[in-house]
């Protein structure tokens, strides 16, 4: 072996401790590259091709009833490949695992079974056939949530009659990847399925023979889709169309997007974070070993060796920490990476998980990865190995130290302690490096403060949501809207405590060129259970006229208080009107639209409708509610709070907290690799005086107390900063995130820069600690003897 | 008397130091630096009286196959206010035995007492305490703070101490009064060693322990920096140890202890001590 290559893995075993941390922090940068990259490949691959093979529409819409002899001519819209017509109807269910009804979403399978669109994709058993008995395909996570097999029987409220529906097989389908029942605000496994039907069935319990109430439309490549969703209305009004629309604000594949979006965030983020910092580790590590190798290097240069071998040497060195770090770095992405996929397998549907291997972002990685480090190592070898040998094998100039304040300045202070003045003065001799430090450390802050926020954000809009603003316990959605009489029915139930009526109509809001199609709620002016907050969480009140609409739809229809927008109504006598917006209010859960109900029934020209009734619920009658309602002909879907809420939380914590829980690790890594080097670093430089001084009588505690005061100077002046650059990311990240179904409350709590700061604060703590056993070990006899 | 001004007891000096110290030992039977943490307990002495004495002191280096005995049973004793000075060629045990009664190491048999404190056997933070209370140090490197300007090392070790000196009064015995504010890298060699002893002194040591403390420097500045010991030995009536393999500076001493092969070889008085500014090499 090469005497520089057996001098240079000596080094690497003397250095090991620096050496891994170092590593560590490279490890963190390519794991988050492999973990945000791979998983993001693996879901938009898996997505892709599913879309592909199972033919994923591109334009989608509701209407009320329409005949099949339509279909000719939205076929022939400019621009559209096909056309696919199904029906498509909610239904109650009673399952024994429940106490609480669920709902079911019943699609049609056409005739042949030849599905044009949306194909479904049989993971078991066998496609329903028609005959007298209900046979339905079961999706499949909400089959595996109930335990449901081929042959399982399950009793639906269909259209008022209570059948029996037989499970042939379980299903997935490419628009429900992502299954929600309407109304709701995460994927209720258990409380919400899809169930496929042969259409001849669907039709006649809906008497919809010959007709249809659900399209999907795939467009050409290249085609317009304004233009095709423009014809598309024109077509579909008459027959109660409540306005297509494309793929971006189909609920699954929006969800789905959201996720992919964070995802690429993450992986641009990140990475560059933790390499940065990593370039800076082996900058300050590689100058220190040079610093103290001076003399060894002028040796070899008067032995012959060149100026670049010596340099190659110290790349050659931070190769291998780059190395070490990529290997650990891939280990720990695919390892997490896997895990993570297998955790969105769970909340997605999606027949095969394809796990992206590309080889590029591997070699992209390490390359980053060798890049960073080298570009960290440049400086620092390349100084030393062009010094004339003769020069190098002098011991440097000594450093240059100077006082920090004038003499008149100096004197309004009461005079500083030695040791402090020590350690001030050596923080400002290598001011980059200080800042390096500071950076690094604050760095971490930074990315603790942009993730752990995430998680007060999502309790705030848990507590705005179902302590504040919808503290309903339950919610009743008619099957279709009902005379003000039926809200009386509602409040005879047992258990009912209070029932608030609401109207619900599909509308189109517009202003300038903009519109937007969602549901106005229609609400009483006085409300005990769902209310109207703003943002700061005041209740607003409905005014008698007007509209009050959410921020993320003033936002995009760029309106505020007192302008007017233009409301087309979608259904009944499809109304216009221009209405004034009487206020915004908060809404992170998308766009919605607030009007007095009766202001409402008077725009519809209608008199006393409603779609359905908040209601709050007796806990001690809720199981005879329940079983009763499980029979109730005549309800449409029952969306329960306390069951809403569970399964926020729990997707929450599952989806949440697993990446919280990696990125304060991380976190972790940064603040103890950037904290033990500097603190190695600054006891190689120091340890002669540090030794000196323990001759001069100060104890271990104080003399290790220089050190850590130094590590404490920058962990502290980090965390100010890191907040800041925290909350600029909670910022960026509320930015990036909003769409219009979701946006995040930019809630940063004191809280979260506590926790932020006690994870970094410890973490530097036990690197400060490891290093300041070795305080114990100075040699006092040695330091004595020797000349620096 | 017409004599030279030193002569040789090496050869019963240690019998009798030993047998001394093996009674006074016995008389006091105290564990050891009992005391030691309350400077109060350990009153000055006056001039004359014994200040540290080692009997059987040994030291042996455990270097795995290889034992290396660096320190053979050595007796010494040194009155308070003496100024001596051991001389000895690399490799005789001088430095070892100024680390043992420096509180710098500990021995592996035989005992060393600083008044009626026990070194030996004591444990690292009452050796600390000894330092910090007792002893001064000068070294060949001088071992200066770099980052600290002459007056702030001085200071350094006042603020520990229970009843220093100003830094600006130990830099004027020193002869450094006017370059107080200088960083160590702006000091010659000479200056900087006598920073050194001015950060020595200051804390009014009962014992002063010098290695080599001209080592790295020329006659000249060598001289002044022995000028500066010997003042403050004249002034404060700080006991002296000055380790030199320079045969030159012996003049200047009461006593010179000559140190070979791990052991002391002799000792010899000086009847008439020189000044220092009398000798040169």
Redesign the interface.
Known sequence: MHALHLKLLREMRRLWPQILAIALVMAAGVATLVIGVGTYQSLAQTRSAYYESHRFADIFATVTRAPRSLLTQIAAIDGVLEVDARIAKHALMDLETMTAPASALLVSIPRQGDVALNRIYLRSGRLPEVGNTFEAVASEVFADANGIREGSRLKLVINGALREVTITGIALSPDYIYAMAPGEVMPNEGGFGVLWVPERNLAAAYDLAGAFNSLSIKLLPGASEAAAIERLDRLLEAYGGQGAYGRERQTSHAYLDTELTQLRAMSQVLPPIFLLVAAFLVNMTLTRLIALEREQIGLLKALGYSSWAIAWHYIEFVLLIAILGTVIGFALGIWAGNQLALLYARFYSFPILIFSRDPALYVIAAFVTVAAAVAGAVRAASTAAWLPPAVAMLPPAPPHYRRLLKADIRRLFPEPRQTSVMVARHLLHWPWRTVGGVLGAASSVAILVGSLWTVGAMEFMIDYTFNKSDRQDATLNFVAPKPLSALYEVARLPGILVAEPFRVVGAEIGSGHVTRRLAISGRLPETRLTRLLDASSATVALPDSGLLITRPLAEVLNVGRGETVEVKLLEGRRNTALLPVAGVIEGYLGMAAYMDINALGTLMGESDLISGAAVSIDPASQDKLFSLLKESPSLGHLSLRSAALERFRETMAQNLFVMVGVLVALAGVIAFGIVYNFARISLSEQGREMASLRVLGFRKGEVAGLLLAEIGVVVLLAQPLGWLLGYGLAIAMVKGFSSELFSMPLVVGPEVYAYSSLVVVASALIAGLVVVRRVDRLDMIAVLKTRE | MGQPSWCSEATSYGRVARRLTRIKAADTRLSPLSGMLDRSAAPSVAKGEPLLRTSGLSKTYDMGELKVVALNQVDFSANAGEFIVILGPSGSGK?TFL?LI?G??TATSGEAWFQDHQLTGAR??AL??????H?G?V???Y?L?????AR??V???T??ARNPMRPEEALDMVGLGTRM?H???QLSGGEQQRVAIA?AIAKRPDLLLC?EPTG?LDSKTGVVVLEALTRVNAELGTTTLVITHNVAIRAIADRVVNFADGGIASIQVNAQRMSASSVGW
């Not at chain 2, 703070?145 to 300007?149: D, E, F, I, M």
């Open positions: 430095s680390n420096g710098l190491d690292e933070a600390t305490r000894y330092r910090r209370d002893v140090f070294f060949q490197f071992n703070v770099p980052s600290l300007t702030e090392n200071r350094l070790v603020e520990i504010d960083f160590p890298a950060r290695d790295a």
